[in-house]
């Protein structure tokens, strides 16, 4: 795993100086090039720990397919020691079971007590209110994460910010959501207001195909303004892999494009995520999940380590071609390093 891990590493280390000229400023009728961004130059390659993370994942209290206690010990027992569970906040809890794909007795009884004030929007957060154990038990970082999905699917982190799904009587994403004003929202509205929430930004897997009803694919010309206007304080990056082959070359090129337009004045990075909803290979029609994580460099394994990572770009992501079942107790899903 080590190996592989770090395989994919120095192929993307190799593609981010090879073919990213934004990363660079060069000097007019000189061969030599000069890096100017350099989102590693905290990192001590000796102490640092490298630490997998999921960044990007469902539970039964949207649509996905299992408990957040099983969802938390699964990438535990995986050796990720950075988790952000990123509930839909459009979906009520237990969608499968809504939907008929789940039956009533595996439904999640949570959230059980008072309920969060902007319910069903809310985040899956703290996780020992949804009966999983808390991040700090596990020796992990635990954050607080939604799937913004009305419109363009955006992950907000370090907030409780979601749309309410009472301000809209329309079918998600494209048929129109008002806040409680009569104000129609977008995704520009919506950056906004996880900056207000002092919350960091993700642009997730932009090149999902049209044919699906939930969504519209963008042109370049719509993240480049987005880039534009939102300023990496908050908008952090874009989901350059998400667990799906079809979307990988758009993705990819995407970020290229927009990188040698933007960079070095400001940088976009990029995310792995696997956007896990199950872990059952007969549910996702495929053998098994794909292996798909980002991996953060770090002195130390804190929350606020986490989040100036996100911010300096202090991480890579990893991809795989392969198919695993997480739920197997293997040596191969052990953390990439335990220096």
């Known amino acids: 795993m080590l190996q592989k891990s770090f395989g994919l ?5 190799i593609a981010l100086l090879s073919g990213l000229t934004g990363h660079f400023a060069w000097s007019q009728g000189a061969p030599a090039r000069r890096i100017v961004v350099n989102p ?3 990192v001590k390659w000796d102490t640092f720990r490298h ?43 237990n969608a499968r079971v809504t939907w008929g794909h789940h039956p009533e007795e595996l439904a999640s009884p949570y959230p059980i007590g008072p309920l969060p004030k902007n319910y069903p929007a809310n985040t899956t957060w703290p996780w020992d209110k949804y009966g999983a154990p808390t991040p700090e038990k596990l020796g992990m970082v635990g954050i607080e994460g939604n799937e913004l999905t009305f419109r363009h699917h955006i992950n907000s982190y370090f ?41 960091l930004a993700v642009i997730n897997h932009p090149g999902i195909p049209n044919h699906h009803s939930w969504w519209e694919r963008k042109p370049l010309q719509w993240y480049f303004e987005r880039f534009s206007k939102h300023s990496n304080d908050y908008l952090v990056g874009i989901e350059v892999t998400n667990n799906d082959t ?20 400001r940088p976009i ?32 394994l804190s929350t606020d380590a986490v989040r100036q990572a996100m911010l300096d770009g202090q991480f890579y992501f990893c991809k795989s071609t392969r198919r695993i079942d997480p739920r197997k107790n293997r040596r191969e899903y052990s953390p990439v390093s335990r220096k």
Not at 9 to 13: A, C, D, I
Not at 175 to 199: A, F, M, R
Not at 257 to 262: D, E, I, S, T
């Open 9 to 13: 590493f120095g192929l993307f280390l």
């Open 40 to 42: 590693y130059a905290k």
């Open 51 to 93: 630490h997998k993370a999921n960044l990007h994942c469902h539970t039964l209290q949207s649509d996905g397919w299992h408990s957040v206690k099983e969802v938390v010990e699964t990438y535990h027992k995986m050796g990720y020691t950075v988790l952000s569970i990123t509930d839909h906040d459009w979906n009520w809890p």
């Open 159 to 199: 907030s409780d910010y979601g749309v309410w799904y009472e301000r809209t009587g329309k079918e998600a994403p494209y048929g129109g959501i008002v806040d409680k004003n009569g104000k129609e929202i977008w995704e520009d509205d919506q950056l906004l207001d996880v900056k207000d929430k002092n919350g």
């Open 246 to 265: 079809e979307t990988e070359k758009y993705d990819e090129g995407l970020w290229d494009q927009l990188l040698a337009r933007l960079m070095p004045d």
């Open 269 to 300: 990075w990029g995310f792995g995520g696997d956007d896990m909803h199950t872990f059952d290979r007969e549910k996702t029609g495929h053998d098994g999940q794909k292996e798909t994580f980002t991996v953060f460099m770090l002195d130390e």
